[in-house]
């Protein structure tokens, strides 16, 4: 175990207690509908192997119940949005009166997509999330407004996308010319903030595992996203998690779709290299 238990001092006492091995991942293994094996945990990739064995997706760390509705999509609730979005997608929109399908074929036509966004976008010189490249098609290709960056045909949309890469494994690139964001990202993940001066890491990488309130900690990967949380009863998209859990550090957050969160977004996707899209996935 190379986890390392930070000097949180009062703080740390307050806000986390021990794991005692109760608070652990549990054993178990995602198959979703009898057929498509997730990868929910493996080796870390090597650029963070000096902080991290493992890399362990959020599944692991929820209760039995949450995990089942998880494996049967019939039981997620996420594929109700998941069919809302196959709807848009063969519905025309915009100027040109096109709609996804007709450039893109069928939604299944777009698996492996997922796995390799946020990516490096050579002509327009730029690390794009999957959500800017849906708008860059709305507004380019089909002459449509911009979707709301989380709203609910964004969201939804990431949804059918990642639905149809399910268990393939993330795979984003952090070279070449991504990598001064990818840098930006790991520079804001590893950055105390607000009154609780705490950083990504010091809950994501130093105290997963262990419960903080009554929620168990995962590692924050974002394999799973967009989630469908039974706490707020919808999807919710990767960058309003990012605000959710910096503003319970009493900070000021940055906006959805910022330059600051796509380059975090990046950071945290290549720390889940190796695990398995799971989108939509559910969550408490
Ligand atoms: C008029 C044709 C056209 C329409 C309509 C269109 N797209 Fe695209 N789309 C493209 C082209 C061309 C590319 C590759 C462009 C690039 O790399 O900049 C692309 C790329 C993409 C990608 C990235 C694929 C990859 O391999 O990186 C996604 C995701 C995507 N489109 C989603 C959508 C969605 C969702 C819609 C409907 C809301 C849509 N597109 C509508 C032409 C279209
Ligand atoms: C005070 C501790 C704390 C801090 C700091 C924190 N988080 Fe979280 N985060 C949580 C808790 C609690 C949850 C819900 C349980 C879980 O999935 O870990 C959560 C959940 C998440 C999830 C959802 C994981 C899943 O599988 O659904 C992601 C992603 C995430 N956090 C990313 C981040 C990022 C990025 C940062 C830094 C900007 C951050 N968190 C900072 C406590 C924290």
Redesign the pocket.
């Given at each position: 175990m190379k986890r390392t238990t930070q000097a949180l001092g009062a703080l740390g006492v307050v806000l986390f207690s021990a794991s005692m091995g109760l608070a652990d991942p549990v054993d178990d293994t995602l198959i979703i509908n009898e057929e498509t094996e997730i990868v929910t945990r493996t080796a870390a990739p090597a650029h963070i192997s000096d902080a991290l064995d493992e890399v362990m997706s959020g599944w692991l760390f929820r209760g039995a119940e949450t995990r089942a509705m998880q494996a049967d999509d019939f039981d997620n609730p996420g594929m109700i949005f998941v069919e809302q979005a196959e709807e848009k997608?063969a519905s025309a929109d915009g100027s040109?009166g096109?709609?996804?399908a007709?450039?893109?074929g069928a939604p299944e036509e777009?698996a492996g997509?997922r796995p390799v966004y946020p990516?490096w976008?050579e002509?327009a010189g730029e690390v794009r999330t999957?959500e800017m490249?849906?708008n860059?098609?709305?507004t380019t290709?089909?002459g449509a407004d911009k979707w709301k960056y989380t709203g609910g045909d964004m969201v939804n949309?990431t949804a059918l996308?990642a639905s149809v890469s399910r268990g393939m494994p993330v795979d984003v690139a952090i070279d070449g010319p991504a990598q001064s964001t990818w840098e930006q990202g790991k520079e804001l993940y590893y950055t105390r903030t607000g009154q609780l001066e705490l950083s990504c890491a010091n809950c994501h990488e130093d105290n997963y595992g262990r419960m903080i309130r009554a929620d168990h900690l995962s590692q924050g990967q974002i394999n799973g996203f967009p989630t469908y949380r039974l706490k707020n009863t919808k999807l919710n998209a990767v960058h309003s998690r990012f605000k959710g859990c910096i503003r319970d550090t009493r900070a000021e957050t940055y906006d959805a779709g910022s330059p600051e969160f796509v380059a975090l977004e990046l950071y945290v996707a290549s720390r889940g290299n190796g695990l398995g899209v799971e989108g939509p996935s559910v969550r408490n």
């Open positions: 997608w040109e096109k709609s996804c007709d450039c893109h777009m997509v990516k976008n002509a999957l490249q849906i860059d098609c709305r290709r089909m949309m996308l």
